[in-house]
């Protein structure tokens, strides 16, 4: 490559200049001749003529490199190069931080930056340097990781000249190691380091011209970390204070800031005695006015300009800083470092004794001598405050002592003499003053023990060079000569390492050293050796040294002498020469006071002025051993008279030999401007300080040797286009980046290859880019033409064919137009001759059809008017004939119905009537067996035959009597009947001859009476029949209005409820903001109340306190119920399934207390008597039979009867349950046979787990077979031979309990007749035979009553057939009747109906009530033969019986529910005692495992508690309930604490706590929350407590572990969020990274960290977690209201996280990556989608990241201005500007974003931006969590279903 490939037409150079330093032109033409034509911005167009090639202009970087990160990735390495890319970054970009290879170039923006946040902190924490924008942040991250990692020391260098915004830098640095090793222990050492910043800001900064807070001091601040890498303490050592600013300052200048605020606070009584007040005895006050006649001005009390120290700068306020506001904040840092209030005071005076001792006015006494008057007051004062004699300091401010040999004298001094004495005595205060705070800030930040390694802070002075430099200036530029060596050093020797281990060959890279420079400044017989030779001179002067120097270091090549001064020398330091004025430097070398005054402080009454001239001098501790150079000095006086020079040469020294010893980072800070204007670059002054601080002279280094660096596959990747494909060998990627190299670049010397790298001179990049550029764009240029190529062709080829086409067309149109006319005509002949022999045609057809149609109706008319004639006759007389016999008919039907329905119902009501009889008949019969009374249950059945005997002969009485007066009618009815047939003979033969005379008049009358009579009686029937349907129907309008009434109710009760919901809503988000700020202080009392707690553990460890010791739990004596009446429930549970609507009743009931699958096993504890049987409505609604009732008294008569019907069985039930009632109270005798019984349960126990193991086995067996029918068949058949089995052993099983029972009874008769001699009744056996003979009796008439029974039954049911076969007939009969009535009008029809459905209904609640009365039976029959089976085992000591009716159906691995049978109504309530309160907690809250509880009912354990609560209210125990609710939240207190990172866990307390909290509610009585109770759940609140208070807390604990669990899920989700949605790439071809070669090298020692996760995998892997997250929280039970709002916070966190990353990472801002970001975000909706959590709004917090990307992938034109702004309302101002100024081309083929179009788009932005509160917060606070609220969810389980698991050991509890 030569130099006229790069310099040709279009190429852009640097020209220099005077203004702009760099100017940028373009080549107009190729460069040859050694001229050079170019054109600038502006159209200036200038020619250059070089000598040589060397002289040519420096090239511009490619577009695609400018604002780059760093500026060794920059190809030309240049200083225009370097100038330009940071001027871009600062003035376009807003970007003041950037990389130059090691060293972090920091500008100094003169504005405050919203990028120090914690946010900030966390964003870069754990990256390394270079994956994020350039940041103070990450050189510090650098630094700790590399102490993490290499564990080594290390040290961080800022410099930078006066107002470059060192102090900030290094503030920042030491804010975040505060941050990120934050240790744990009590003092808090990291506030105590940020504490100390406001503490030295105060003492050693002040405002110069450059800078409004510039340090006058240097700093090295270690700050000590343990092997955990915590901080543990610090250490801090100061460098050259400028004590002369104490006493003077320059124009426009301030002293320390300490002074000024001190001066603010005088007019606090606090600080009354410093005696700050009134201005006019101030000397220096009045100064002025020596020269100014003008009278002086009132100052105010304690204002700065009363004093002289503070007003020479006549500057004295800073503009946006408040004094008295800063001297409150190092108040507070002194108080917080623990410096008492009173030292505090002292050290006041000591700063107010110095600023009085500048007023006090030294008067000139003739002569040598000077004086001060009597009466100054500030001498008075200086020596109050301090403590001192007032007129020793008056004599040994004017006076000296001189010692000759054993004489001492005094000796007055002159005026000048005095007052610079005056003057060393107020700097010697101030310097020990600032000695003695930084002692005690080391002390607080001391470690307890030895530190393991540090990571130290330097913020030193950068070069300076002022009109006139002084000895301040020559310290400042040796100092940072020194420190340049050691940049210089580090810099090469990472340069030469990076070739070393890439392999390659290089050369020794020459650098400059300012060694020579150094040796002239402290070598010997150099300027620091002279100088302090000079100042033991007694005699020596400032002239004197100067000419020494001119004699002895004229050899020196840095050192020379001004032509036009003999009191100044010249220095060529690295940065520049700089000249130093020797005045003043041999007594600020000396730096002497008077050792009179030294003594007259140390008899100080102050404690601290005493102090601080009485201790000895200490050598600041290092972490370095350094040793000795020469012999110890022998006394430590010596020490003291070092000069300033000698103590600043060795510990700069100590300092260098520290930073050796350590790993350095470098902070350059550069000063922009000097006017300090924001945002304002002068590329004058920038130049000057990149020279002076080193920057170029890294670039200089870095261009010298090879300073572009690719991988190979990164090189193969970008320049794939500039090679063919054979030369590309897969196998060997270098072996094909050797091929490509070697057809582009010939000069070897330009590249080398290393082991995995390939680097290149400087400028061969952008040569590359050049030829790539060059390819692309001739391929695109091809591709244009074959293109155009292609599509013209196409064009001409449908063009030629269109006319091709359009020719043929035409002609075939043609042509059979001319065919077409030919048809025509011949066709018209050919019609012409047929349609007039048609027409001809049809008028003769026409003709003849119309006279035969004529005809043909005429004789039709005649014919049919005969037929309808004889048509008419024979309707009439079948008309007659049917009409009469209808209403015959009719009338025989309606008596016989009447008396059919009467005959039903009275019969119905005897078989009732006597059924109830029967029934008690029964009961009575039964309870006679019970107590054996067997002769007294045959009198009484002889009775009860006797009374039906009795019964039977009177209505055979009566019924014979009924006969005899029949009979006897009948008898009369014949009589009657014969005289009706004579006197019918007679009328016959009368009608006969009535006939004969007048047959036809009467035959018509006859038949006209018949025909009005039948009308009349069928009008009056109709009638009737309407009267009465017009009643029913106004009934049922009154029905259904009232129906709607109600509903209209409910409606507005419906109406009241919704707005009181909204008004309840309203106040809920009212109070939002009070409850985020009450849950933030929550949160930090919980965090101190945890670390209250673990400090205890601590203290409790530390004393040997037992640890808590765990009890054994009661064992319960049966665990279990035998295996009958389990069976025997579940027949009854199986019969009630086959009923319909059997989900809506059993969904509230029957609760078990254990989760199961099989659901269905919960019908078993349904109770019957509860069930509004009346309500439940038919299955199949497909079939229904409308039914008309002939006449309302049918419907009437029903319901009556319906009503009777619920009356008895009401009845019948109150009977029954007083029945049971009796047989339940007879109380239980002890048991004669404990051991026998107790025996006898086990054997039954270990049956049922054998007969369990047996239907397991079964159970396998069928399901391993499921095809196998034979052997489905065969468990069917051995199932229902199991059923009959238990069938018979239950009935043997109350057999034996009746036996027994007798046998009971008959032992305790005869024990109370016989005492203890039983065996005396049965002497002779006739026990024995009385029994068998009574058995035998008790049979025959048991089996006597059966058969009878049994005859009379099926007798019953013969009738009650024949009934419903005649309602059968009679149903058909109205179902016809309703078919003809369906003809009649709408309204008839529609009452119809509803009678019909009346009836239907009526009918369908009988059968439905009979169904009742059945299973009421059956189920009393199944609880009797319970109750017997239950006696019995609390006979054998088993307990309470109703613990044992439990059902267990507990398959192999599962827990399944257990039903109890509810024997008794229960108060929803656990009853315990006091002493087992803690094992009750113990074991709902310590022990209980995520594990067992997810298989339990979710929340059972806040329910089981809430019920203790309850019994405690219920019995009114105070000191009770406040001891369990006290221990319930301790309890979950320390089981979250100690199971806090268990997410299980966390999740399974915050369900159970909002549980118990709205139980709490729900039961509390509060009428807002009894909206969803039922009656009984009201009548089960909380009646003596009222715990609003514990719900508070409650409340507060949720809060707290709902925390816990976001912060669970943050810390998983965390390490996916980057390598997820940034750093996948799903969508292939559009990757997003950018080369390796172009982002420069920022680490200072290569690194490479693994991310934790693999980008293509991070994806999936956040949804798993996600999933795991949701699916969690869903099987604890957890409110869905709840689920959102963690899902909420969690997608607020990912978003966080994600936009935070994008905004400090300027290689992810470019199309192809916003489309990448975009759809891995549509990945996270879609999940939302699959979770139903989209509607919740749970992706709008998403909108930030969706927006931003969005905002990537948008067009950027002026156009585009308003859609941007409106798309992006979501993200604030400084957020769209940010990523739009980051916003980098992947390729140079798509244009930047022009900085029109960001000025734009940020003019439009200020409107929206005065509506936004946080626009100055660049990134998202990733900490910020949404208001935690807890919607009430009422629960619908009852408390009285609730039982207790066989799972928790809880037998201590008792369900009252």
């Known amino acids: 490559m030569s130099v006229r490939e790069l310099y040709v037409k279009g190429a852009h150079v640097w020209i220099p200049d005077r203004e702009q330093v760099w100017r940028c032109a373009q080549l107009t033409q190729d460069y040859k001749n050694h001229l050079v034509t170019v054109t600038f911005e502006d159209g200036q167009t200038q020619e250059i003529k070089v000598k040589s090639d060397e002289e040519l202009p420096p090239l511009r970087n490619p577009e695609i490199l400018i604002g780059e990160n760093d500026l060794t990735s920059l190809s030309y390495l240049h200083e225009p190069a370097v100038l330009y890319n940071l001027q871009v970054r600062f003035c376009n970009q807003n970007a003041i931080y950037t990389y130059c290879g090691i060293v972090l170039v920091a500008i100094n923006p003169y504005e405050e930056l919203p990028i120090y946040g914690p946010d900030t902190i966390s964003a870069y924490r754990g990256h390394s340097m270079g994956d994020l924008d350039p940041h103070i942040f990450a050189v510090a991250e650098e630094a700790f990781t590399q102490m993490e990692r290499d564990n080594r020391d290390q040290s961080i260098i800022v410099s930078g000249e006066s107002g470059a915004g060192k102090t900030v830098s290094a503030k920042y640095a030491m804010r975040y190691f505060a941050s990120v090793g934050g240790s744990d222990s009590e003092t808090q050492i990291e506030k105590k380091i940020l504490a100390s910043n406001p503490i030295m800001e105060a003492i050693g900064n002040a405002k110069t011209t450059r800078n409004d807070n510039s340090s006058r001091f240097g700093k090295y601040i270690e700050l000590d970390f343990t092997r955990s890498y915590s901080i543990m303490g610090a250490n801090m050592r100061t460098y050259l204070l400028e004590k002369s600013r104490v006493v003077f300052q320059a124009p426009e200048e301030r002293n320390y800031h300490i002074f000024y605020q001190l001066c603010s606070a005088a007019s606090d009584k606090k600080y009354s005695h410093l005696r700050l007040g009134p201005p006019e005895t101030f000397h220096y006050m009045n100064q002025g006015l020596q020269e100014d006649p003008t009278p002086p001005r009132r100052s105010r009390p304690g204002h700065q300009d009363n004093f002289h120290y503070l007003n020479q700068g ?102 000048s003499e005095a007052t610079f004495s005056r003057d060393a005595l107020a700097k010697h205060i101030y310097a020990k003053l600032f000695d003695w705070i930084v002692k005690e800030i080391n002390k607080c930040f001391a470690a307890p023990t030895k530190p393991f390694r540090f990571i130290g802070v330097l913020d030193i002075y950068g070069f300076e060079t002022f009109e006139i430099n ?96 003999n009191t100044s020398f010249l220095i060529a330091h690295f940065a520049d020469k700089v000249g130093y004025e020797c005045a003043g430097f041999l007594e600020k070398n000396r730096d002497t006071v008077s050792e009179e005054q030294i003594n007259l402080l140390k008899s100080s009454q102050i404690s601290l002025v005493h102090a601080l001239f009485t201790e000895k001098a200490q050598v600041a501790p290092t972490k370095v051993k350094v040793l000795p150079t020469g012999p110890s000095p022998a006394h430590s006086s010596k020490q003291m008279r070092k000069s300033v020079g000698s103590q600043f040469r060795d510990s700069l020294n100590l300092l260098m030999l520290t930073l050796n010893s350590t790993t350095p980072h470098y902070v350059r800070c550069i000063k ?179 006279i035969t149609r004529l005809q043909a109706h005429a004789r039709g008319c005649w014919a049919r008017q005969k037929y309808q004639h004889m048509r008419r ?57 019970k107590l054996n009374k067997g002769l007294e ?89 309407i009267e009465k349907l017009n009643e029913e129907n106004v009934r049922l309008t009154k029905e259904l209005s009232d129906a709607q009434k109600e509903e209209t109710k409910r409606e507005s009760e419906e109406y009241l409820r919704r707005k009181f919901e909204a008004e309840k809503q309203q106040l809920i988000l009212e109070n939002t903001d009070e409850k985020s700020g009450y849950q933030r202080l929550l949160k930090e009392f919980n965090r101190l109340e945890q670390k209250n707690e673990h400090l205890e553990e601590e203290l409790a460890k530390f004393k040997g306190g037992n640890a808590h010791k765990r009890t054994a739990s009661n064992v319960s004596n049966l665990s279990g119920a035998s295996d009958a009446p389990t069976e025997l429930v579940h027949d009854d549970a199986s019969e009630f399934s086959s009923f319909p609507g059997d989900d809506d009743w059993m969904s509230d009931i029957g609760y078990g207390s254990v989760r199961s699958r099989s659901s269905e096993m919960s019908d078993s504890n349904r109770n019957l008597d509860n069930i509004e049987w009346s309500s439940q409505k038919t299955g199949d609604t497909s079939e229904i039979k409308i039914q008309v009732p002939q006449k309302m008294e049918d419907i009437t008569l029903v319901l009556q009867l319906q009503n009777k019907v619920r009356e008895l069985e009401k009845e019948r039930r109150n009977l029954s349950k007083q029945i049971d009632h009796l047989e339940s109270s007879s109380p239980p005798d002890d048991p004669q046979h404990a051991q026998e019984l107790i025996r006898l349960q086990e054997l039954e126990m270990e049956n049922a787990k054998l007969k369990d193991d047996l239907n397991r086995l079964r159970k396998s067996i069928a399901d391993s077979e499921p095809q196998n029918n034979r052997v489905q068949e065969f468990m069917r058949q051995f199932e229902a031979l199991q059923d009959e089995l238990e069938r018979r052993r239950e009935e043997c099983i109350q057999l034996r309990t009746v036996l027994a029972n007798r046998a009971h009874d008959l032992r305790s008769v005869t024990q109370t007749s016989y005492g203890k001699d039983v065996d005396i009744v049965n002497e002779d056996g006739e026990l024995v035979l009385a029994y068998q003979t009574q058995k035998q009796v008790n049979r025959r008439q048991l089996e006597d009553e059966l058969k009878k029974e049994k005859q009379r039954l099926h007798e019953t049911e013969t009738d009650y057939k024949g009934e419903l076969e005649r309602l059968r007939r009679d149903n058909e009969r109205q179902q016809k009747l309703l078919a003809q009535n369906l003809c ?47 006696k019995k085992l609390k006979e054998a000591g088993g307990g309470d019986p109703t613990d044992m009716l439990d059902v267990n159906t507990t398959n192999e691995g599962e827990v399944l529910p257990i039903i109890r049978k509810k024997e008794r109504e229960y108060m929803g309530m656990f009853e315990y005692d006091r002493r087992e309160e803690m094992q009750i907690i113990r074991v709902l809250v310590y022990e209980l495992k995520p594990r067992v509880a997810v298989t339990l009912l979710p929340g059972l354990p806040a329910y089981i508690l809430f019920m203790c609560i309850r019994h405690t209210d219920h019995i009114n125990d105070d000191e009770k309930v406040r ?63 009222d715990l609003s208070e514990y719900r508070q807390v409650l409340s507060d604990i949720a809060v707290w572990i709902y925390n816990g669990v976001i912060k669970l899920m943050e810390e998983k989700v965390q390490p996916l969020i980057v390598p997820s949605i940034l750093e996948h790439e799903a969508i292939a071809g559009l990757s997003g990274n950018k080369p390796g070669g172009m982002r420069g090298r920022t680490g200072s020692v290569a690194r490479e960290l693994e991310s934790p996760v693999e980008p ?201």
């Open 1656 to 1856: 293509q995998k991070a994806l999936d892997l956040l949804l798993k977690e996600m999933t795991q997250f949701y699916r969690t929280l869903a099987m604890f039970g957890t409110d869905p209201e709840l689920i959102t709002q963690v899902f909420r916070q969690i997608f607020y966190f990912i978003c966080a996280g994600s936009l935070n990353n994008l905004l400090l990472r300027k290689d992810m801002c470019h199309w192809s990556k916003g489309m990448q970001i975009r759809y891995n975000l549509s990945h996270l909706e879609q999940w939302t989608r699959d979770m139903r959590l989209h509607e919740s709004g749970v992706t709008d917090t998403l909108a930030p990241i969706i927006q931003a990307a969005q905002l990537l992938q948008a067009r950027k034109s002026d156009d585009d201005v308003h859609s941007i702004c409106d798309m992006c309302d979501k993200l604030s101002v400084s957020q769209i500007i940010k990523i739009l100024n980051l916003y980098t081309p992947a390729d140079e083929f798509e244009d930047r974003v022009p900085i029109s179009f960001i000025h734009k788009i940020q003019a439009k932005l200020q409107e929206r931006a005065e509506g936004e509160q946080a626009q100055a917060t660049l990134l998202m606070n990733t900490k910020f969590a949404f208001p935690v609220r807890f919607p009430f969810n009422p629960s619908s389980i009852h408390l009285e279903d609730i039982e207790l698991p066989d799972a928790l050991p809880l037998t201590m509890l008792k369900k009252v």
């Open 1384 to 1430: 009649k009008s709408d309204a008839t029809n529609s009452e119809t109906l509803l009678q019909s459905e009346i009836m239907r209904l009526t009918s369908e609640n009988l059968n439905l009530q009979g169904q009742v009365d059945n299973l009421t039976e059956q189920l009393k029959k199944y609880k009797r033969s319970l109750r017997a089976y239950a």
């Open 672 to 850: 922009p401007n000097d006017d300090k204007m924001a945002f304002t670059f002068d590329p004058t002054r920038a130049i000057q300080q990149l020279r002076a601080c080193g920057v170029l002279e890294t670039v200089r280094i870095s261009a010298a040797g090879y300073p572009s660096r690719w991988t190979y596959h990164e090189f193969f990747c970008r320049y794939r286009v500039l090679c063919t494909s054979r030369d590309i060998v897969r196998n060997d990627m270098r072996l094909t980046c050797e091929k490509i190299i070697a057809n582009m670049i010939t000069d070897e010397d330009k590249f080398k290859f290393g082991r995995t790298k390939i680097f290149f001179r400087a400028g061969q990049v952008a040569y590359m880019e050049k030829l790539r550029a060059d390819r692309l764009s001739a391929c695109g240029i091809m591709i244009q033409k074959n293109v155009r190529m292609y599509i013209h062709r196409n064009r001409f080829r449908r063009m030629r064919n269109s006319a091709i086409v359009i020719q043929k067309y035409a002609r075939g149109m043609a042509s059979r137009r001319l065919a077409h006319h030919m048809r025509q005509t011949a066709a018209a002949i050919k019609i012409q001759a047929c349609v007039r022999g048609w027409v001809k045609r049809v008028q003769y057809r026409r003709l003849v059809y119309t």
């Open 314 to 415: 006549s500057s004295p306020s800073i503009e946006g800083v408040d004094d008295g506001a800063d001297f409150i904040e190092t108040c507070k840092a002194l108080s917080l470092l623990g410096i008492s209030e009173a030292t505090q005071n002292q050290m006041f005076r000591i700063l107010a004794g110095i600023l009085h001792l500048g007023n006090i006015v030294i008067q000139d006494n003739g002569g040598d001598a000077s004086t001060i008057d009597k009466g100054d007051e500030s001498l008075a004062i200086v020596a109050e405050l301090l403590g001192i004699s007032a007129s020793e300091l008056k004599m040994w401010l004017c006076h000296r002592k001189i010692t000759s040999g054993r004489e001492v004298f005094t000796k007055p001094v002159t005026l």
């Open 1523 to 1585: 001891s369990l609710l006290n221990n319930i939240v301790n309890g979950v207190k320390r089981v979250i604490k100690k199971r806090h990172e268990d997410l299980d866990s966390t999740v399974l307390w915050l369900s159970n706590v909002l549980r118990l909290l709205h139980n709490l509610k729900q039961y509390s009585g509060d009428k807002a929350f009894q909206a969803e109770n039922t009656v009984k759940q009201n009548e089960q609140s909380l009646k003596n407590f």
């Open 470 to 565: 002084s000895f301040e200036q020559f310290c400042i530029n040796y100092a940072n000569e020194k420190l340049q060596q050691q940049f210089n050093q580090h810099v090469f020797k990472l340069e030469q390492e990076e070739y070393v281990k890439e392999q390659i060959e290089w050369e020794f890279i020459n650098f400059y050293d300012n060694q020579p420079c150094i040796d002239l400044i402290e070598s010997k017989l150099g300027i620091l050796d002279l100088l302090d030779e000079e100042c033991r001179m007694p005699k020596g002067s400032d002239q004197s040294w100067v000419e020494k120097l001119y004699d002895k270091c004229k050899k020196w090549d840095h050192f020379s002498k001004p032509r036009l001064s």
């Open 937 to 1025: 249950n045959k009198i009484i059945s002889l009775q009860q035959k006797l009374t039906e005997m009795k019964n039977e002969n009177s209505f055979i009485s009566s019924y014979k009597e009924e006969i005899t007066v029949l009979k006897t009618r009948v008898t009369d009815l014949k009589g009657v009947e014969k005289q009706l047939k004579a006197s019918n003979n007679q009328v016959s033969e009368l009608e006969a001859r009535i006939a004969e005379l007048t047959k036809e008049l009467e035959m018509e009358r006859g038949e006209k009476m018949d025909v009005l009579t039948q009308k009349e009686r069928a009008d009056k029937e109709n009638r009737e029949l």
């Open 873 to 929: 006759d024979r309707a009439a007389i079948v008309i007659q004939k049917n009409v009469r016999q209808w209403l015959t008919r009719r009338r025989y039907l309606r008596a016989m119905r009447g008396f059919v329905i009467v005959q039903g119902l009275v019969r119905c009501f005897l078989a009732r009537r006597q059924l109830k009889k029967l029934k008690i008949e029964a009961k009575s019969i039964e309870h006679q067996k």
